[in-house]
């Protein structure tokens, strides 16, 4: 019988589903960050339109001693930065692509089996979306908005803040993966590792796109 | 067979050995004895309330006491000591009843684990300094606002749930993947016992309801640390904006404590009524039901804000509504017990106690759900009296009826039948002598949270009986420790199916092998033991023959009953590594949190100091337990 016990733990990954036990972990807590941007974008909406003094997001706002301050949101530079977003999980899909088909005709040595171009490039283009992010709220806060001013600086930079937190960590994922695939090369066997970030990754920008719909186009 | 000591079979013993454990029965275990220590606590921080208030015109404790003292005791109750003994059920159970050798992530059960034991010491430890939390379990913002209240106090509420909701949802994702993904071969969804169900229904609220009041809370310290203006109503904050968020939580909350109860007594009342469950599809159901509705009846809480005419009524309806499922168990329940050959154990005296005394609490619940009734009940002792009929009468009674059927599993000894059934009237009797007058001295109109009242209101003789029952219930709760402790050094010893049940963790020895099973059963109908012994009684639920399965799956063996104790090594099977790094991260976790109070000391450099590098630790040990193997 012991044998036969044995024998059983060959296939330690049998699961109900099929799918990988993280592969389904991921997706709970996806459900659970959905949760969390609502709540986050909700609030946003709510004190739209509420804050008592300007700045204010779509408006011009004259203080008081007469000082004049412009819209907050600049829609053309926040348009390129999601424009960066986007394609980052494009070629999040390539980095994908190229760790799961290592070996086969036309990813072998081709450009489309370089998962190491494609994962420093997906971190890139994330790190640029955080740059300008950073040039996007230094500015605001020069133009007279923080996170004190009125509600509209406290929902705004809470709610673009802890997006970008979420792609800072995203970003530091990708690092690691792409430390990984430096170190000792990604194989299909490491497909899940790699498809988990790219959830996750594409999660993010969906909520981006939630965001910049919400927050910046609709007046 | 009586004779036989009963040792745990574990392999490991000593101090080390449970600090570094992955083992889900061991971390259930943990929970358990940590859980019932904040139980008691919390319990006597209730009886300091309940003597300042025997009386009218006491002083025994301050004011300023007496507030941190309801707030810590809510607050104890519900995340330190409710939640996790159902943790503690979650972990010792689901991969027990789904057979399963551990979670999907036994490290990240570890992790859960600690930080609920140094998140609830951070937020307990206050009281002793007279600066615990202040502001009632649902901290009401703006109230909570650092003009309003200055101190610590509500620091150390912010951060401390913050914490433990980390806790929560680290270990409802595992537990979510652990019930989806590792289910033994034939172990479909609609065989699962109920008690795993009802888990899995709390686990998604757990998952949805969670993230609501992290944001709550974010706002709550950014505005605290920060400056932000979430809450400063000067500059046009909505004064309702907290209590909608906590509320969207908060009452999917209370059916987080209630629902796994209500599987313990899914479990328990069939055992002992020797017959199948009545009704499952339909308890397993409602459970799901309960779980949809609970997210649409929030504002029931606030109908004394003012929402208008056309909110309330949509609340009052949605409310009344969810009363529906609710009822539809209790008469499960009754109609299981009805014409069965009912033992009554200790376990089963607790099951049927919370079938009357959770139908009292949703009886009144349903009468406070009409906004005109509503106006004349709320913020009074008659609300106090609902929810302890539904979180007294019903989450704890039906915690403790599961810990009077677990016991045996989990230590491989009885418990005495005899202190169970004193244990058990004594507790039914204080109880009820403590919270019905709560009833009346709330429709008198006593408020809640006055830490003090005036003679000749008509309220002392209500308050007095209410206080005699508490320190009945302090004596009652004496009767159990006394039981758990003697038991686990005398009880009789227990055989692997304890009390002829008929569920798959009833097949294994107990207590349990480190391994769990030590051949992966498959399962062919609901209750397979009972199939094996009592056919009987299953032969009028679905069963699929077991040339149907696919049990090369998993080399899968028929349902039988395991007498052997082989160790894991002897059979081949993989355990995982004991390791500390869960511990280490969850310790980082925490001072990450806790540096952020020296803020408010004025000691900038010393709270980034602390909560920057617990960060990086944090990050740190994060990094080292991925990369390092699991077993
Ligand atoms: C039959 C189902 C139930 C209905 C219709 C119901 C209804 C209500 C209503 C309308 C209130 C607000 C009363 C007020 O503040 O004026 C309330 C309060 C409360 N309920 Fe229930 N309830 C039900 C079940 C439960 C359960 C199962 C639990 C927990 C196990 C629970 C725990 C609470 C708590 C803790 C409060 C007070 C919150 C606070 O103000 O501190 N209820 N319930
Ligand atoms: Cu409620």
């Known amino acids: 019988m012991a044998s036969a016990v044995a024998e059983v733990h060959e296939h330690t990954h049998y699961t109900t589903t099929g799918l990988d036990n993280r592969k389904v972990a991921i997706w709970a807590f996806i459900g659970s960050e959905c949760m969390l941007f609502m709540s986050l974008i909700s609030t946003y909406l709510i004190y739209k339109g509420k804050s008592i003094v300007g700045p204010f997001p779509h408006e011009a706002w004259t203080d008081p001693s007469g000082h004049v301050f412009k819209p907050i949101l600049n829609i053309p530079v926040t348009s390129q930065s999601t424009f960066v977003l986007l394609m980052s999980s494009l070629v999040m899909v390539l980095a994908l692509a190229a760790v799961e088909n290592r070996g086969k005709p036309g990813y072998q040595g081709t450009l489309l089996g370089n998962s190491k171009l494609w994962l420093a490039a997906t971190a890139a283009l994330g790190a640029t979306f955080l740059g300008y992010q950073a040039y996007e709220f230094t500015s605001f806060v020069h133009e007279g908005l923080t996170i004190h001013t009125n509600l509209f600086g406290s929902s705004f930079f809470t709610l673009t803040g802890f997006h970008g937190a979420h792609v800072t960590a995203g970003v530091l994922w990708l690092l690691t993966l792409l430390s990984i695939d430096i170190k000792r090369g990604l194989t299909p066997k490491d497909a899940l590792l790699v498809d988990i970030c790219a959830l996750y990754w594409h999660f993010v920008d969906v909520v981006w796109i939630a965001i910049f719909t919400l927050v910046y186009l609709i007046k | ?631």
């Open chain 2, 1 to 631: 067979m009586a004779t036989t000591a009963a040792t745990p079979s574990y392999e490991q013993t000593g101090i080390w050995s449970w600090i570094t454990t992955v083992d889900h029965k061991r971390i259930g275990a943990l929970y358990l004895y940590t859980a019932l220590f904040f139980f008691m606590f919390g319990g006597l921080e209730a009886g300091v309330i309940r003597w300042q208030l025997a009386q009218p015109n006491q002083h025994i404790v301050s004011a300023e006491l007496y507030n941190q003292l309801f707030t810590m005791h809510g607050t104890t109750m519900i995340f330190l000591a409710v939640m996790p003994l159902s943790a503690a059920f979650f972990n010792f159970l689901i991969p027990l009843q789904i057979g399963a050798r551990d979670v999907a992530f036994p490290r990240l059960n570890a992790f859960s684990y600690w930080v609920y034991v140094l998140g609830g010491t951070f937020m307990t430890l206050p009281i002793f300094f007279n600066t615990a939390p202040n502001g009632g379990w649902f901290g009401y913002a703006p109230l909570t606002t650092l003009p309003f209240s200055s101190g610590l106090n509500i620091d150390f509420w912010v951060m401390g749930l913050q914490i433990l909701g980390i806790s929560s949802l680290a270990a409802a994702f595992n537990f979510i993947t652990t019930i989806i993904n590792m289910r033994a071969p034939g172990m479909t969804l609609m065989r699962m016992p109920v008690f795993t169900w009802m888990s899995f229904v709390v686990q998604f609220l757990l998952v949805l309801a969670f993230p609501v009041i992290t944001i709550a809370l974010v706002f709550l310290l950014f505005d605290r640390f920060f400056g932000t203006n979430f809450y400063e109503i000067a500059a046009g904050a909505d004064p309702l904006l907290w209590q909608h968020l906590f509320w969207v939580f908060g009452h999917p909350e209370v059916y987080i404590l209630i629902l796994p109860a209500f599987g313990l007594v899914s479990e328990i009342l069939p055992t002992f009524s020797r017959k199948p469950l009545f009704g499952y599809n339909v308890v397993v159901y409602s459970g799901i039901m309960i779980g949809f509705l609970g997210f649409g009846v929030w504002a029931h809480h606030m109908f004394a804000v003012g929402m208008g005419a056309t909110a309330d009524t949509i609340f009052a309806l949605t409310t009344m509504l969810i009363g529906i499922p609710t009822g539809v168990k209790i008469f499960n329940w009754i109609a299981t017990m009805w014409g069965g050959q009912i033992r009554f154990t200790a376990a089963m005296k607790f099951a049927i106690g919370l079938i009357a005394l959770f139908t009292i609490g949703g009886i009144s619940g349903v009468m406070h759900s009409s906004p005109p009734a509503d106006l004349q009940q709320t913020d009074t002792y008659f609300v106090v009296a609902h929810f302890h009929y539904v979180l007294f009468g019903g989450s704890i009674m039906g915690i403790f009826g599961g810990i009077y059927f677990y016991y045996p599993k989990i230590t491989g000894r009885y418990m005495s039948e005899v202190l169970g059934t004193w244990h058990f009237w004594c507790t039914f009797i204080a109880m009820n002598l403590t919270f019905f007058p709560m009833h009346f001295s709330g429709m008198l109109g006593m408020p809640r949270r006055i830490y003090t009242y005036d003679a000749g209101q008509g309220w002392d003789t209500f308050n007095l009986i209410s206080s005699i029952g508490t320190g009945l219930l302090i004596l009652s709760t004496l009767i159990f420790v006394v039981n758990f402790l003697k038991s686990r050094k005398s009880g009789e010893v227990a055989p692997g199916d304890a009390w002829g049940a008929g569920t798959l963790e009833w097949t294994i020895p107990s207590p349990p092998p480190d391994y769990n099973f030590a051949e992966i059963p498959f399962v062919t109908s609901r209750y397979p033991l009972w199939d094996l012994k009592h056919p009987e009684r299953t032969s009028g639920i679905a069963h699929s023959a077991p040339d149907v399965m696919t049990i090369t799956d998993a080399h899968a063996t028929p349902v039988h009953e395991e007498m052997g104790h082989k160790t894991a090594a002897e059979l081949g099977i993989p355990m995982p590594f004991n390791t500390v790094k869960p511990l280490i991260a969850a310790a980082a976790l925490v001072a990450m949190f806790g540096g952020l109070l020296f803020m408010h000391t004025n000691q900038f450099a010393v709270a980034m100091t602390i909560t920057i590098g617990s960060a990086s630790l944090f990050v740190g040990t994060l990094y080292a337990w991925l990369t390092s193997p699991l077993e």
